[in-house]
């Protein structure tokens, strides 16, 4: 029973443990300190499991009731090669506990998962990092302090740590690819499931620059509960968290709690007193839970330097030049300048329907080349912003 290949035999170990249920990260690395990743663990029995801390003796008899069962560990040992199988096929690692390239931040949580599933490079996600994180409904402020942050973090060696949502997330990892940096992505579902990316415009270019992670099982759908716990692993992974825009409850919130209860540094970015979108911001601020920052300099001031050099050739954040853009894009390059214009006055210049302008005007954001403001108002990019 206890025989695994030994190729696959601490993956296995650590897969087959997940699926007995009562056994979250905090036992299973409790059961780790207790036996190690052995697989003879497969054969303790009640009593073995009774005296690790955490398990009762009902729980310990339920561990070893599965664990004694043929039918239960083939059926999980079937799930577990299946999952080996599918990181494969992914071109994925997955990394254990003990596994020398486990991100040591993250190791030092109260309850860092068993098994981190990873694409791209791994590595990427022991650098020296900050997490950026907002919410998904970001204003025009957000978005732009986002992309300043990021972009300012990665200029000062750092890596950019979010999770990929909507909003805030996606402005904080395309400030920090254009930037030259690296940028590491933490998902609540599988690391096969890039459902804010569908068509890929990002995520691709994150696996070349960074990495993609999940606690959760390759196939694993989007799901509520995911969140939190993704959230944990966003503030283990980074040595100070920044929150850009958040209402009072969200889970950027979260986010910064987790950060706090790990004690790591958390910063917030001061909004107006009007806004929805700053009302959590600036209330951890005022009840002295994070520090306001005005720049990247302030975080790094708190943090010290990265120690890592900055990227080589990057980016200076300068408008794209319009060699790069559609026709029907340039045209509306050209009506454009640094201060902002409607939409129907836009619509009036290029000769173009607003249902067709708003369509490539969405594309020039994707670019960097334009800001959209409150009012269906639009400018070119300035270099600062």
């Excluded at 299973?28 to 663990?41: C, V």
């Excluded at 997955?94 to 486990?102: G, H, K, S």
């Excluded at 200029?155 to 805030?168: Q, R, T």
């Excluded at 067709?356 to 005007?361: M, Q």
Aim: aromatic share 4%.
């Amino acid at each position: 029973m206890s025989v695994l290949p030994p190729e696959r035999g601490r993956e296995l170990l650590l897969l087959i443990l997940s699926q007995i249920p009562g056994i979250g990260p905090a036992r299973t690395t409790a059961i780790i300190a207790r036996f190690g990743l052995d697989p003879a663990l497969l054969d303790a029995g009640r009593p073995e499991f009774a005296e690790v801390p955490g398990i009762g003796e009902v729980l310990a008899a339920e561990i070893a009731a599965s664990l004694g069962s043929q039918a239960w560990m083939a059926r999980a040992l079937d799930a577990a090669n299946n999952q080996l199988d599918r990181a494969a096929e992914l071109g994925a690692c997955i990394l254990t506990l003990t596994d020398p390239r486990y991100p040591p931040l993250l190791r030092e949580i109260y309850d860092p998962p068993p098994l981190l599933f990873v694409r791209g490079n791994p590595e990427s996600l022991s650098l020296p990092s900050v997490a950026v994180v907002g919410t998904r409904k970001a204003s025009s402020y957000g978005r732009q302090a986002a992309e300043q942050f990021s972009r300012e973090l990665v200029l000062d060696g750092y890596a950019v740590v979010s999770g990929l949502a909507y909003g805030i997330d996606m402005a904080a990892h395309r400030a920090a690819l254009d930037s030259g940096g690296t940028t590491c992505a933490v998902l609540g579902c599988g690391v096969d499931t890039i459902y804010t990316d569908p068509a890929g415009r990002l995520w691709p270019k994150i696996l070349e620059r960074g990495a993609i992670a999940s606690e959760e099982w390759i196939g694993t759908e989007p799901a509520p509960g995911n969140f939190p716990r993704r959230n944990r692993l966003i503030s283990g992974l980074s040595a100070g968290t920044l929150v850009v825009e958040s209402d009072v409850a969200g889970g950027s919130m979260i986010t910064a709690a987790c950060a706090l209860d790990q004690d790591r540094e958390v910063f917030a970015v001061p909004g107006s007193i009007y806004a929805r979108n700053s009302r959590g911001t600036n209330l951890m601020i005022q009840r002295c839970h994070a520090k306001p920052v005005l720049s990247a300099r302030d975080i790094v001031a708190e943090l010290g330097p990265s120690g890592a050099a900055p990227p080589s050739g990057t980016q200076d954040g300068t408008t794209c030049a319009p060699a790069t853009l559609s026709k029907e894009e340039a045209r509306i390059f050209a009506v454009l300048g640094e201060e902002a214009v409607h939409i129907d006055l836009i619509s009036e210049n290029t000769r173009m329907p607003v249902a067709e302008l708003l369509v490539h005007l969405f594309e020039l954001e994707l670019k960097r080349a334009i800001v959209q403001e409150p009012g269906q108002l639009f400018r070119l990019r300035r270099p600062s912003s």
